[in-house]
């Protein structure tokens, strides 16, 4: 606890050398179990990918596959349209986040920054769609996609993810935490509304940011039930549908389902060891708040 | 059909503005008025996706909660029978039982976990990307691997779980998710795993708005950690932490996908629980209706439960 | 009053929808009534119509379908448009016919939804079609409501008891001989586990490896009758076989995910009652090795008692046949080809098409038997032509309204009692009373 708040703000260490080397490798030591008891179903995974369809479900588990069939990792490729699934899912992935971080931050601006009547209810009413299961809403929506004809589009899946109310929500208790008095003095300044978005708010929330566009490109990457409900056509397919192909009405090809699960993971956990490194340091409130 | 509430929405208030009484007054309507037309402004791009594809989506629904209609042909209105229904069926009550269940130990326990995990990454150590990473890994893991994989670990008589336990001496140990009493704790238990290094992020960008400076005067008072913690981090962390219960909230209450894939709302009705039984209701049995009202009976629930946290978090900031 | 603004817009919008929602009965209301053109009428003017499959790659039922019928009548081209694959074929298959979008014809997975699908007017009526078939079709009354038929079968598959030849020589016990009962097959599955380091049985952990026989085979059961204790005897033999350790928990079968295919086909088990679908997958898993090599066959599914046991008598087993059906949305000038698709896919044509890929067709006649039993691999003695081609095929989910919640309750009941979470008799009558509070039963 101590070392973690020195280390937020910006401290050496304290004095305290004997124990701090032991502390350290403790610490180490807790996070690299933790770590592998974190990761056990990903290696689960990657170590069934490597089996024959009737080995990966056994008794007693079988943890070391033989023999070792490589030949998933290539027959993913052949057997199925891996290459198509992958390029649907990432133009998925892009264009909805980027939308999704674009118009959220702008709209959460108008809910954080912005004083008039009715905000708040309006407010309510997005956070209160959240709280509506989407399979209880899903035929209507459904119904009036279909009317303005992007059903079976790649276009269905972006204007279902791109414009929810989770974006905003996120982005608005960001901005509440950062301080009016910012905003007041840009607009003393000559500052527009659109400007202090731009030019303020928006590089003051970078780790908001950040983790808008981690926690959307993933909600997008791993999307099941949207694409199943609203994609069709073989060529539109992204990943999580894709992967669906191999189970069967009677049977399931495990070892290909996991094959493609390991390889729909590394995009996602590269992404993820890129992108973290924006939660750095603390914003610049510096002497605003005080 | 956007369009058309587009110009409403900025149109409508121009000529409908009263005629104020007093020229403070007027000028006070003017700054209103240049604020909402602002205000709207900006959550327009916004609002035309999520009022046409969800708003009035989730409108209809509430509506079709007070119908009976089978999907194919035209609702017919039946008042209040379908929440009628809900008070004598029995399914239900298991369900929403179920339901809070699960939300009473998902959420502390997850925000009690996501919170730890974020204060502990968030520091400048060797390799914490890959932890973070590693944390976060159970959120992107796919979903039937995770079944597999947990549902393995609490087999009853092979899962590794139960070997520990009967080595430590327990005689009888429990059936997990084989067994009407345990299913639930093993549910919570794998979505507690699962959730935490999502609400972690959210965490994680909530510390960068805490300001160093206020840990430096807390030091130069003499504030141990845990009074760092509770003085410091805890109030800038405060509309992080009001988020994240909010969303976890919601999500406890519309748990579905993983209590599908691990145990189907099973043995018997034991981890039935409200999203499930909205879609039995639904796409299984074709009671579009009812099923709409099973839905708007839990939106009620989630919603009393935002609003009132949402009351008291404004309490507490004023 | 600005409150007020965004709502009013929403509500016009709302409006819409609802128009929608309801629009689609009408629409369709009058090409129903068109739907008495018969096969016969057919012109030679090209054609082209869709059919709604699932999973075609491992499933190529739906092609094969297209392609011979587009042999035999060359001015009519079949797309097949894909579906997903499970419970998500009708999750999308609601949504596409309640937007108006669906493919002209599309199949009845099973007969637990056909009721929806009928009920909401989403069939068009091919009464026309069904009076034309082989009267040996299997499960055509299956698809009717109050006198009229709106599916045609194509396939029917049924259950029956797979068993390996070489786990019994090397027991030295005596194979089926198609005289058993279920006490016969309990009593030898106890007996294969003592004298082998495998299991005699395994048992799926569907609801339908119990309760589909006990329907079946039990005099006077019926799923709306709201009285369950019929399915008591069938329960106590498999927590019978589950005590004795001569079948795998049902928790262990659960929870380590196992697959029947893994089971019976790495020897793991000695016998597996399941639907002839298998016998497809068996013969390719034994060929790319996924499957052991070893000598196997089929027994007819054991009986209740003997009136229905041996091969001079039919046996009493249980299956859903799956269908075909015309969705009323059709052009009217499609109506006679997909009709004659129709007659075409549930006749000797499509039977002789789907036998020669391994499918169990609707109508077995001796020549599709023929081409069936000519497959590499197939068993070829006498029991097995005897359980593949001689059954009384009960349906697994009669046709009626209150069938898919007595089914969703009585698979509750399953994995209570399976688990043993529950006792038989509680379970039971926990189902009853649900039976009668959420379907109005009994």
């Not at chain 1, 209160?128 to 899946?157: C, D, E, H, K, R």
């Not at chain 1, 008095?181 to 970078?206: F, H, K, N, Q, T």
């Not at chain 2, 379908?82 to 339901?99: C, E, K, M, P, V």
Request: proline share 5%; glycine share 8%.
């Amino acid at each position: 606890m101590a070392a973690d708040v020195t280390a937020v703000a910006g401290y050496r260490q304290p004095p305290r050398k004997l124990s701090d080397p032991v502390k350290r490798a403790l610490g180490y030591g807790a996070l690299i179990v933790a770590s592998a008891l974190i990761m056990l179903p990903f290696v689960w995974m990657i170590i069934s990918s490597l089996k024959t369809n009737n080995q990966v479900f056994t008794i007693p588990v079988q943890w070391i596959p033989d023999p070792v069939v490589w030949r998933n990792y290539l027959d993913i490729w052949t057997a199925a349209d891996m290459s198509t699934w992958l390029q649907n899912t990432l133009v998925l992935s892009v264009t909805v986040t980027f939308l999704q971080v674009l118009t959220g931050s702008f709209a959460a601006y108008g809910f954080s920054k912005v004083v008039f009547p009715g905000r708040d209810v309006l407010f309510l009413a997005y956070v209160g769609t959240m709280a509506v299961p989407w399979q209880a809403y899903m035929i209507p929506q459904f119904i009036i996609m279909s009317n303005i004809g992007l059903n079976n589009t790649l276009w269905a899946i972006i204007a279902l993810q791109a414009f929810g109310a989770f974006a905003v929500f996120l982005m608005r208790q960001y901005f509440v935490s950062i301080p009016d008095s910012l905003c007041e003095a840009a607009r003393i300044d000559g500052m527009s509304e659109y400007g202090i978005w731009w030019r303020i708010m928006m590089p003051l929330s970078v780790p908001a940011i950040a983790s808008l566009t981690l926690l959307t490109f993933v909600n997008t990457w791993n999307d099941y039930l949207g694409p199943l409900i609203y994609l069709r056509s073989p060529e539109l397919r992204t990943i999580q549908l894709g992967l669906q192909t191999f189970i069967g009405q009677y049977d399931a090809e495990h070892a290909l389902i996991m094959t493609g699960s390991v390889l729909s993971i590394i995009p996602v956990a590269v992404i993820f060891l890129l992108g973290q490194r924006f939660f750095v340091e603390g914003i610049a409130t510096t002497g605003v708040k005080g | 059909m956007a369009t058309t509430s587009v110009d409403q929405i900025h149109g409508g208030p121009g000529p409908s503005v009263p005629v104020p009484p007093r020229p403070l007054r007027r000028s006070r309507g003017r700054l209103a008025l240049r604020n909402t037309l602002v205000g709207w402004s900006f959550i327009l791009p916004n609002f035309l996706g999520f009022g046409l594809l969800t708003l009035i989506p989730v409108v209809t629904l509430f509506y079709l909660s007070f119908t009976s209609w089978n999907v194919f042909g035209t609702a017919q209105w039946v008042g209040l029978e379908n929440f009628q229904r809900l008070i004598g069926d029995g399914s239900y009550h298991t369900a929403l039982f179920n339901t809070l269940y699960y939300g009473v130990f998902h959420i502390p326990l997850t925000l009690a976990a996501s919170l730890g995990l974020a204060l502990l990454l968030n520091r400048k150590l060797r390799g914490v990307a890959f932890f973070r990473t590693v944390a976060f890994l159970p959120y992107i893991t796919s979903i039937v691997a995770i079944a597999a994989v947990w549902n393995m670990l609490f087999s009853p008589e092979f899962g590794p779980i139960n070997q520990f336990l009967t080595a430590v001496g327990v005689s009888n140990p429990p059936g997990w998710t084989t067994s009407a009493d345990w299913s639930m704790p093993a549910i919570i238990i794998v979505s507690v795993w699962r959730d935490m290094g999502y609400y972690m992020l959210l965490f994680l960008a909530g510390l960068q708005t805490v300001p160093g400076e206020l840990y430096e005067a807390a030091r130069v008072d003499g504030a141990g950690a845990w009074s760092r913690f509770r003085n410091v981090t805890l109030p800038c962390l405060r509309p992080t932490t009001f988020f994240v219960t909010v969303l976890l909230t919601i999500g406890s209450f519309k748990i579905f996908d993983l209590i599908l894939v691990m145990t189907g709302g099973g043995p018997g009705q034991s981890t039935l629980v409200l999203s499930q039984y909205i879609y039995n209701k639904g796409f299984v049995e074709n009671q579009f209706g009812y099923s709409s009202a099973v839905a708007v009976s839990l939106f009620v629930i989630c919603l009393s439960v935002t609003v009132f946290q949402f009351v008291w978090n404004k309490r507490r900031d004023a | 009053m600005k409150r007020m603004i965004p709502a009013f817009g929403l509500s016009a919008a709302l409006a819409l929808t609802l128009a929608a929602c309801g629009g689609d009965a009408t629409n369709e209301t009058p090409s129903t009534d068109g739907g008495d053109t018969t096969a016969e009428e057919m012109t030679d003017e090209p054609v082209t119509l869709t059919l709604a499959g699932w999973s075609l790659n491992t499933t190529p039922e739906f092609q094969v379908l297209a392609d011979s019928f587009s042999e035999a009548y060359p001015n009519v081209t079949v797309e097949v448009a894909e579906y997903g694959d499970g419970d998500d074929y009708d999750t999308q298959m609601i949504a596409d016919l309640a937007a108006g979008v669906a493919p002209d014809i599309y199949v009845q997975k099973n007969l637990k939804n056909f009721f929806t699908y009928a009920d909401g007017q989403q069939l068009l009526d091919i009464s026309d079609v069904v009076s034309g078939l082989d009267p040996a079709t299997g499960g055509v009354d299956f698809y009717q409501m109050d006198g009229t038929s709106y599916a045609v079968p194509y396939r029917q598959d049924s259950w029956l008891l797979y068993y390996n030849k070489d786990l019994f020589a090397e027991a030295g016990i005596d194979e089926p001989d198609g005289t058993w009962t279920w006490d016969d097959y309990v009593e030898t599955s106890k007996a294969l586990s003592d004298e082998l380091d495998v299991k005699g049985s395994y048992q799926h952990s569907w609801q339908s490896v119990v309760q589909g026989f006990a329907l079946a085979q039990s005099d006077g059961a019926a799923l709306d009758s709201g009285d369950y204790s019929y399915l008591a005897p069938f329960y106590e033999r498999s927590l019978d076989l589950q005590d004795a350790k001569a079948q795998e928990s049902f928790g262990t079968v659960t929870t380590n995910s196992l697959s029947y295919q893994a089971q019976f086909g790495t020897q793991e088990a000695a016998m597996l009652p399941m639907g002839t679908w298998y016998v497809a997958t068996l013969i390719a898993q034994q060929e790319n090795g996924e499957a052991e090599d070893f000598e196997w066959g089929m027994a007819p599914i054991p009986q209740v008692d003997s009136s229905t046991t041996g091969t001079d008598a039919t046996p009493v087993t249980f299956g859903d046949p799956t269908g075909l059906g015309i969705n009323p949305a059709i052009d009217e000038d499609k109506v006679a080809a997909a009709k004659a698709f129709l007659a075409f896919a549930a006749g000797e044509g499509g039977a002789d098409a789907l036998a020669g890929i391994g499918i169990t067709p609707a109508l077995l006649s001796d020549t599709v038997v023929d081409t069936y039993f000519s497959l590499d691999g197939v068993p070829t003695d006498e029991l097995s032509a005897f359980a593949f081609s001689t059954h009384d095929t009960r349906p697994e989910n009669p046709v009626a309204e209150t069938t898919a919640v007595v089914q969703n309750i009585l698979g509750d009941a399953h994995s209570a009692i399976m688990s043993e979470s529950d006792s038989v008799d509680d379970a039971l009558a926990e189902a009853s009373d649900r039976a009668a509070n959420e379907a109005g039963i009994g």
